[in-house]
């Protein structure tokens, strides 16, 4: 039961994980509730810790909750043990019975100070405290420096103050003010905000952000992502940026937080059943329009006026804190991060994330356990997969307005404190190779060599460690494939650009198999899945990554399909013969069938000598050899193709290619009549491949038209290039590449100019 307080506050205490919360509901008071604004609020709360010294976190809730953390919370308390000490050793009691310096009206006044520092101003201004004791031992100090004979009980006076001070002192919130004492001015909390600084949360929410700007904070970056504000901040105390986002859900009117608040109640009375989790996109739908209709209907009994576009605001801030994933919706839609990390136990750390520019960085949004509770219900819901005690892991993806990600879960017994979360965004729209040449990761030469590899129909495996960009250059490749083809993925998360492809006219169609850390469900296993493809006819094959036996079906998917239809995947490995050790090692596939990869591709993070940048790059093209019987690079059966150079920082053309020493290569060639036997022949068409890449990147700088190096305009790039290719060799009787690409130039010359007669 709550404990009231006066007319103002009321408490109740309550668990919430592993913390202890002290809630005080502010919502009768005329003053807004702050610890650092207000000494009734400071007061109120240190009383509270003496009488609780287990409270980890406090919370003034008035419209909306303001928390302190713990490390606020054990300040407070220090104080509130420091104050009961002093009061408990009864010193103060006796200062009267001292006489000298104690005795009339001059005394009297000292022992009010001291007794009014003690008993007041250290439970609601403990800084004035400190100021006030410095300024009474000062001027005794001088007082019995001048005076020829020093008054009784001088001495034990000093020593008291003194005491006192240096107490006082050695606490942390005194250690975190003293900084900025020299702009004090007594009666001014403005101090209390570098010391504190409450998050802030609607009532409709679950969870907590810091919104004040860090104190010592440098800014180093802004921008704006649908409407919610984004600052970068670099801090001394750490080598970790701060990324700070305040969404639009803060910067509401109280009159909207309480509409969003009624309206959550009553829409959160509807349980979101299996079935309507299968189609996420349509059950937003629903509940958007759900939402909108409700809060019209509770604007007019409350008779607020509400725009169409005010309302539709307010329906999807609805949806995103009732079926959505609240602020993790919000980060997802910044195209910068790549990933966000939520460890456990919720509400002690904030989110981390992984910026395209700053790299690794921490959040001012601090999940709650509720979150991480409601998060796990609706990714099993989305999935039909367990995440329970006998199955702690769930590995599955998260599609959200403007987002994609792949989630993966942790839960006990694995992890002993709770749930933990790791998305891995993807982009809403694939990555293509012009894209890829924009961002520095791959060279136009190395474009115009890997397409050329695609349309020569060869098996590839792209290999990187965590976080080195496989999974979207498997999707650049799919994007190289030409529309005339058949393509089956197959993949345990889905990541691929499947659905962006097949809004291309695309012929795609998607498996979903286990996972291979899932038991206990009716998926088709991996392997399974990759033999079925053999029985579904002439078609390309990607695999979203190869983890497990499975790479024994795909090795046979790829003898199968070898010269006929490209057949890749990605695999974790940092170079060649860490693939090779793999797949052959850890994979059980025999060392012959290795042999059917003809092509390794490997990303890599690039980092600067400091540790404290990195970028993603191509770190090499290689070729896996024939001729050779069991170790691959003793035996010389890896032919680097391309090899990154840190001085140059791109993937840089090896003597082997430049002299046109690729068995793959030649393979390719000997199946076109105008390249048999000419090397030049297919050196000269891998340069036009890479010359048309470089073309569009050229014209999306020039004209700002970035939407050139998306994949709707580089696929109908790509067709004009093969069309244009054929109707030059029908016209010729060869393949003349400065023709095709002359009028493939004016094909791109007039297509950029529509799109700027289209943009104005």
């Not at 290689?622 to 890896?638: A, H, I, M, R, S």
């Not at 007039?750 to 007669?757: L, N, P, T």
Request: proline content about 5%; overall charge negative; hydrophobic content about 40%.
């Amino acid at each position: 039961m709550p404990e009231k307080r006066g007319d103002c506050f009321s408490y109740e205490t309550y668990k919430e994980g592993e913390d202890l919360v002290l809630r005080i509901d502010a919502e009768t008071c005329p003053f807004f509730p702050s610890i650092e604004a207000s000494a009734v609020c400071m007061s109120a709360v240190i009383d509270k810790l003496v009488q609780n010294p287990s409270i980890t976190r406090v919370v003034f809730t008035q419209k909306r909750d303001y928390e302190y953390d713990y490390g606020q919370v054990s300040m407070l308390a220090e104080i509130g043990k420091l104050r009961n000490q002093i009061i408990k050793q009864q010193v103060l009691f006796t200062l009267s019975s001292l006489g000298g310096i104690f005795t009339g009206p001059a005394g009297e006044r000292r022992s009010y100070e001291i007794r009014n520092i003690v008993y007041n101003k250290l439970r609601n201004d403990p800084v004035a405290a400190y100021v006030e004791l410095r300024r009474m031992h000062r001027e005794e100090k001088v007082a019995t420096e001048r005076a020829a004979q020093p008054a009784a009980g001088a001495d034990r006076y000093l020593q008291l103050v003194e005491s006192l001070l240096n107490a006082l002192e050695k606490t942390e919130l005194m250690l975190k003010a003293k900084p900025h004492l020299q702009d004090y001015k007594e009666g001014d909390r403005g101090i209390y905000r570098y010391v504190f600084n409450p998050l802030a949360k609607p009532d409709f929410m679950f969870t907590r952000l810091m919104a004040a700007f860090p104190q010592d904070g440098e800014e180093i970056d802004s921008y704006t992502v649908e409407g919610a504000d984004i600052t970068l901040f670099k801090l001394p105390s750490t080598v970790q940026y701060l990324y700070h986002v305040v969404p639009p859900e803060f910067k509401l009117t109280e009159d909207k937080y309480e509409l969003l608040d009624s309206a959550k109640r009553i829409i959160s009375e509807h349980k979101p059943t299996r079935s309507e989790f299968i189609d996420p996109e349509r059950v937003r739908q629903v509940f958007f329009n759900v939402g909108s209709d409700l809060i019209e209907e509770l604007a007019d009994q409350k008779q607020l006026k509400l725009r169409t576009k005010e309302v539709e605001e307010l329906a999807e801030i609805l949806v995103r804190y009732t079926i959505g994933f609240g602020l993790i919706e919000v980060l997802l839609k910044d195209d910068k991060i790549q990933d966000i990390t939520a460890n456990s136990p919720m509400g002690r750390q904030p989110l981390f994330i992984v910026h395209q520019d700053y790299d690794d960085c921490m959040t001012n949004i601090i999940p709650t356990s509720s979150d991480a509770d409601s998060w796990a219900t609706k990714l099993r819901l989305m999935s039909g997969r367990p995440l329970d005690e006998a199955n702690p892991i769930l590995d599955t993806e998260l599609l959200v307005p403007g987002a994609r990600a792949r989630v993966a879960v942790v839960g006990e017994p694995l992890n002993p404190n709770g749930l933990a979360y790791a998305f891995r965004r993807h982009r809403d729209k694939p990555w293509t190779f012009p894209l890829f040449i924009k961002q520095r990761m791959m060279t136009p030469l190395s474009a115009g060599l890997l397409s050329f590899l695609i349309d020569g129909s060869r098996t590839m495996l792209v290999a990187g460690t965590r976080s080195a960009g496989k999974t979207s250059v498997l999707g650049s490749v799919m994007v190289e494939i030409m529309r005339k083809y058949r393509i089956l993925s197959i993949e345990d998360t889905l990541e691929l650009p499947v659905a962006a492809l097949k809004q291309l006219n695309y012929n795609i169609q998607s498996m979903k198999v286990a996972s291979a850390l899932t038991k206990g469900t009716t998926e088709v296993s991996a392997d399974e899945g990759i033999r079925s493809t053999l029985r579904m006819g002439d078609s390309c094959l990607i695999i979203g990554e190869v983890r497990s036996l499975e790479a024994q079906a795909l090795y046979e998917a790829m003898r199968v399909g070898a010269l006929a239809n490209v057949v890749a995947g990605t695999i974790h490995g940092d170079s060649p013969y860490g693939v090779f050790d793999r797949v052959v090692n850890d994979l059980r596939v025999p060392r012959t069938s290795f042999k059917a990869t003809d092509v390794i591709v490997v990303a890599n993070p690039i980092r600067t000598p400091d540790g404290l940048h990195r970028w993603r790059r191509l770190t090499q093209i290689t070729e896996v050899g024939k001729y050779w019987e069991n170790d691959p690079l003793l035996e010389k059966g890896f032919k680097d193709l391309m090899k990154y150079d840190s001085k140059s920082d791109q993937l840089e053309p090896t003597i082997d290619l430049l002299n046109g020493e690729s068995d793959v290569l030649k393979s390719i060639a000997a199946n076109v009549k105008d390249w048999a036997g000419s090397w030049d022949a297919v050196w000269d068409n891998i340069l036009l491949r890479a010359q048309v890449k470089e073309a569009i990147v050229d014209a999306a700088d020039k004209t700002g038209q970035n939407e050139l190096l998306e994949a709707p305009f580089v696929v109908q790039a790509n067709d004009e290039f093969h069309k244009l290719a054929e109707e030059v060799k029908d016209e010729l009787g060869s393949y003349d590449n400065k023709r095709i690409f002359f009028e493939w130039n004016e094909w791109l010359k007039k297509a950029v100019k529509r799109k700027e007669i289209e943009v104005v």
